[in-house]
């Protein structure tokens, strides 16, 4: 960062409004997600009201790109995100996989991955294959996301709905034909 | 067009949000009294009659536990849920003690660690300690509750119980030593799956799970008991031995091996997929996949198409991409727009059907089709949208108090689908009616008849489940796909309509039950977007130029369909039936290799991700159009996807609503009916087909796999040996 020429730097801040119009390239694939601010307005008045109250003071401002001074590649900030709580694994009852919001890059189209023919050794070019950004709100990720440039999609979680189970509904007693034989 | 499409998102947001809660209030089963309790001091309140572990799951307290399972009957046998309940002298089995109110459990004193370690020194004494070839490792219950709450010495110096593996069939490999009866599949098959071969034989140290007589499991939802086994006893016989789950990428994304559109999570390393399982989504698959979704992609790596290829003769020859959209788009546009024809097969995705489209009119031409059996287009229409969209939505289902199936077997067209229509039934809040050919649905149904004249029936009050079906607060009829494609599809859908007008809580503002059931994946985004012939279409006996975007020869890319001196153009990522009709093969993505939009049965647009890299020279769908739109001269004024989007709102908003699921209102509905009506030119009668034939073998990827393949193999041996039972209907009445 600190070998940044002065002839770089004014070249990035002159590609600033640029990146900032390319910002909203994706925004509109969101998920019913009134939070997500668009940069053309401004973000706490597009984020629904009792939210605002708990964003963090940074996240109201329009956030500043970060590849203003990170001397990140300008193709890094074309690269698409996907913001999403990491499901849970389907085989363990632990449930704590998916209390965290996560970054990941979208795979490029090519040269994302290949293996080496004799020894079946995975490569990639891609230098954030292998990135994860996790993140306690949602909010923090998009705005991360935002200050870095990057498209992003916000992928809503699932839950599961609790309804209630009882051990007695296995002895309920039903009139007429039992559906299901307990082969237990 | 970035404004546009924001301002006209927050108008569609707004719709979607206020008809979500009126979804909500419908399927939301009866509310109970809530009440407080406390779990290791912190207040929660729940349902009366909930479990304490939903009670502490609610509270975000972990209580360990191996035979609980939310979506399974309470068994209560493992015993590691123990919990103190205060003033109480024993510990109680949280998953099988109701809460009460003002309860305090305490889930995390000394009491209860002993009785854990108690419990998990009891399970490992007859535990092989063969963690390092045991397929479950690295997500094991069983590994991280003993490390988190077993002890840490055995005292077990016996000879440890060996049980032999039995052979269930192609998809789940079994380890039977390795079991700890906690009875998870055993309750899947006989609640969910509704086969019922798997049950229990001896008593203690003597129990073993089994099938009583050797044979195959027979459920389409099998594969689920590898997920649900909380030990390594059963585990997915085509992924065995191939890797451990750390090192393994999981891409989260969407199924597309049935209509559903089931939430999935692909597991790749390096280039390659090695499995598929599914994701958490209460509104669709909740938390189930279908054998044909979790191990069909063994498919993506057969048969593929991976350069373009150009017809020579009889052979193919492999040519550069330049070359071949070069010689495509010169025979495009020396063919006459009115003959140029495009068709949409099973798995083509939004975007590439947009791109395709927009290219197709853009020559000049209105020749679009679906890949479906008939005149490639639905009987009823594509005008209203309800028409071809399952109106009750899958959740909806299980709310639905008389049910009626037209020429449709769920089992098989949507085995997820079918497992949630199973619920009514087992709470008898249901009764189910078929017309159609007979089917083993597993649940009880009377079979009103098996041609279209038992609609007629039905409407006109000539058969008993007519009556059931008018007094019903919630009726549901369920059209197959397949009776829309047939060659009288539209009288058949004119006497459904006439059926729809007899019963009068089918189509209302709070429920539509009238619902269309497809059976492919891209199906629904294609009549959204206009995939249909119109006024000004023409015949395809005079095509000039055929466009198959993944046509398989379902039905209007049949062989004879396509005139022998067409130009034929196959854009498809298998070397499937489609492939042999073409003159130039263009080689596109699979599902796991392109973030593309999918919408479902029920018209919720979903996007998948890319897991891995196509093959080869092998390119998004989209962007193949895209070039060749560039190389014909007519290019089309989008760069990036993020353009094409914007177009896609501007076809139908509602494919980029993405997880969305919009109502078609009672008012429009009923001015569907009206064209389904009008649709008619005489009676309603002849066979019903079905839209699937053999369940393990539907597209272009299920029948390039091998599991598929013996899967196929050993449901058909099942079926010839008598192990499947002939396809009577349990309770027939002939209509009077």
Same mark, same amino acid.
Request: charged letters at 20%; a negative charge; aromatic letters at 4%.
């Given at each position: 960062m600190l070998s940044i020429t002065s002839t770089q730097r004014l070249a990035l801040l002159a590609r600033t409004p640029a990146a900032a119009a390319r910002l909203p390239a994706l925004r509109h694939l969101t998920t019913a997600n009134?939070?997500?601010?668009?940069?053309?307005?401004?973000?706490?008045?597009?984020?629904?009201?009792?939210?605002? &109250?708990?964003?963090?003071?940074?996240?109201?401002? $329009?956030?500043?790109?970060?590849?203003?001074?990170?001397?990140?590649?300008?193709?890094?900030?074309?690269?698409?995100?996907?913001?999403f709580r990491p499901s849970n694994n389907p085989m363990q009852s632990g449930k704590n996989a998916n209390l965290k919001w996560r970054i990941d890059f979208d795979a490029l189209e090519k040269g994302d991955r290949w293996s080496n023919p004799l020894m079946g050794w995975q490569s990639t070019a891609d230098p954030m294959a292998p990135v994860r950004l996790d993140f306690a709100s949602k909010e923090d990720a998009v705005h991360f996301a935002e200050k870095q440039g990057w498209n992003h999609f916000v992928q809503e979680p699932h839950f599961r709905v609790i309804k209630p189970k009882s051990y007695k509904n296995n002895f309920v007693y039903r009139a007429g034909k039992i559906p299901m034989v307990h082969t237990k | 067009m970035m404004l546009k499409a924001a301002a006209h998102r927050a108008a569609m947001l707004g719709r979607g949000a206020a008809h979500v809660s009126a979804r909500g209030l419908r399927s939301s089963a009866q509310a109970r009294k809530e009440i407080e309790m406390f779990i290791d001091g912190k207040a929660v309140q729940i349902e009366e009659g909930s479990a304490i572990i939903q009670a502490a799951e609610k509270a975000g307290v972990t209580i360990p536990r191996f035979c609980y399972h939310e979506r399974l009957g309470v068994a209560g046998n493992c015993r590691m849920c123990l919990v103190e309940i205060e003033k109480s002298p024993k510990m109680a089995a949280s998953c099988?003690?109701?809460?009460?109110?003002?309860?305090?459990?305490? @889930?995390?004193?000394?009491?209860?660690?002993?009785?854990?370690?108690? !419990?998990?020194?009891?399970? #490992?004494?007859?535990?092989?300690?063969?963690?390092?070839?045991?397929?479950?490792?690295?997500?094991?219950?069983?590994?991280?509750q003993s490390m988190r709450y077993g002890g840490d010495r055995g005292r077990f110096g016996e000879s440890k119980r060996a049980v032999e593996d039995k052979d269930i069939g192609p998809l789940v490999r079994t380890t039977m030593t390795r079991c700890i009866h906690c009875t998870r599949c055993v309750r899947f098959i006989n609640e969910v799956a509704g086969t019922? $071969?798997?049950?229990?034989?001896?008593?203690?140290?003597?129990?073993?799970?089994?099938?009583?007589?050797?044979?195959?499991?027979?459920?389409?939802?099998?594969?689920?008991?590898?997920?649900?086994?909380?030990?390594?006893?059963?585990?997915?016989?085509?992924?065995?031995?191939?890797?451990?789950?750390?090192?393994?990428?999981?891409t989260e994304s969407i199924d597309v091996m049935d209509a559903l559109g089931s939430n999935i999570r692909v597991d790749s390393r390096g280039e390659e997929v090695l499995r598929v399982v599914p994701r958490t989504n209460d509104a669709i698959n909740e938390e189930w996949i279908s054998d044909k979704a979790r191990f069909a992609n063994d498919g993506l790596k057969r048969q593929r198409l991976t350069t373009p290829l150009v017809r020579v003769g009889d052979a193919f020859e492999a040519a550069t991409w330049a070359d071949a959209l070069a010689l495509v788009a010169e025979r495009l546009r020396g063919a006459r727009p009115e003959h140029v024809h495009a068709v949409a097969g099973a798995?083509?995705?939004?975007?590439?059907?947009?791109?395709?489209?927009?290219?197709?009119?853009?020559?000049?031409?209105?020749?679009? +089709?679906?890949?479906?059996?008939?005149?490639?287009?639905?009987?009823?229409?594509?005008?209203?949208?309800?028409?071809?969209?399952?109106?009750? @939505? !899958?959740a909806g289902v299980e709310a639905a108090d008389a049910v009626l199936l037209i020429g449709t077997n769920p089992r098989h067209e949507a085995p997820v689908l079918n497992a949630r229509l199973r619920k009514p039934f087992l709470a008898g809040t249901a009764q189910y009616a078929l017309v159609g050919e007979a089917a083993d649905l597993t649940y009880d149904y009377a079979h009103v008849g098996t041609t279209a004249a038992a609609i007629d029936a039905l409407a006109e009050g000539r058969h008993a489940f007519a009556a059931t079906l008018r007094a019903a607060k919630r009726p549901l009829v369920i059209v197959g796909s397949a009776v829309g494609e047939l060659s009288n599809g539209a009288d058949v859908m004119a006497a459904v309509a006439r059926l729809a007008a007899s019963v009068p809580a089918l189509v209302g503002d709070a429920w539509n039950g009238l619902s269309v059931l497809q059976h492919a994946a891209g199906r629904t985004a294609a009549l959204d977007i206009g995939f249909v012939p119109n006024a000004r279409s023409t015949g395809a006996e005079?095509?000039?130029? !055929?466009?198959?975007?993944g046509a398989d020869g379902d039905g209007a890319a049949q062989p004879g369909a396509i005139p022998a001196g067409a130009f034929v153009v196959y854009q498809g990522h298998h070397g499937d039936a489609g492939a042999h009709l073409a003159d130039v093969i263009l080689p596109g993505s699979a599902y796991t290799e392109k973030t593309a939009t999918y919408v479902n049965t029920e018209g919720?647009?979903?996007?998948?991700r890319r897991a891995v890299n196509a093959p080869g020279a092998a390119r998004d769908d989209w962007k193949i159009v895209r070039a060749l739109s560039e190389a014909a001269g007519l290019t #089309?004024?989008?760069?990036?996807?993020?353009? #094409?989007?914007?177009?896609? +709102?501007?076809?139908?908003?509602?494919?980029?609503? &993405?997880? $969305?699921?919009?109502?078609?209102?009672?008012?429009?509905?009923?001015?569907?009916?009206?064209?389904?009506? +009008?649709?008619?030119?005489?009676?309603?009668?002849?066979?019903l087909a079905r839209a699937v034939g053999d369940y393990y073998m539907t597209d272009a990827i299920s029948r390039a796999s091998r599991t598929m393949a013996r899967a196929s193999a050993s449901a058909a041996k099942a079926r010839s040996s008598g192990l499947i039972p002939e396809l009577e209907a349990p309770a027939q009445q002939a209509a009077a």
């Open positions: 009134p939070s997500s601010p668009d940069s053309a307005t401004s973000p706490s008045a597009s984020a629904p009201t009792s939210v605002a &109250v708990d964003v963090h003071p940074a996240h109201q401002q $329009e956030p500043l790109p970060a590849e203003v001074l990170s001397g990140a590649p300008p193709s890094l900030s074309k690269r698409t995100v996907r913001i | 099988a003690m109701p809460v009460g109110p003002g309860m305090r459990v305490l @889930t995390d004193t000394p009491k209860i660690k002993q009785a854990r370690e108690g !419990v998990m020194e009891f399970l #490992l004494a007859n535990h092989p300690l063969d963690c390092p070839v045991c397929d479950q490792g690295g997500e094991c219950d069983l590994q991280d019922g $071969e798997l049950g229990t034989t001896g008593r203690g140290n003597d129990m073993q799970i089994g099938t009583y007589v050797a044979r195959p499991l027979t459920s389409e939802l099998s594969g689920n008991i590898v997920d649900l086994c909380p030990v390594g006893a059963l585990t997915s016989k085509p992924y065995a031995f191939s890797a451990r789950p750390w090192e393994l990428k999981n798995l083509a995705d939004a975007e590439a059907l947009v791109a395709l489209k927009d290219l197709i009119n853009a020559v000049g031409s209105e020749n679009l +089709a679906v890949d479906a059996a008939g005149c490639g287009a639905p009987a009823a229409g594509v005008d209203v949208r309800a028409n071809y969209t399952f109106n009750a @939505t !899958v005079a095509a000039e130029f !055929v466009y198959l975007l919720r647009a979903q996007l998948t #089309l004024p989008y760069d990036d996807v993020g353009a #094409l989007r914007a177009r896609m +709102a501007d076809v139908c908003p509602t494919l980029v609503h &993405v997880d $969305e699921c919009e109502a078609t209102s009672a008012a429009v509905a009923a001015l569907g009916l009206t064209q389904m009506l +009008a649709g008619g030119r005489g009676k309603a009668e002849g066979p």
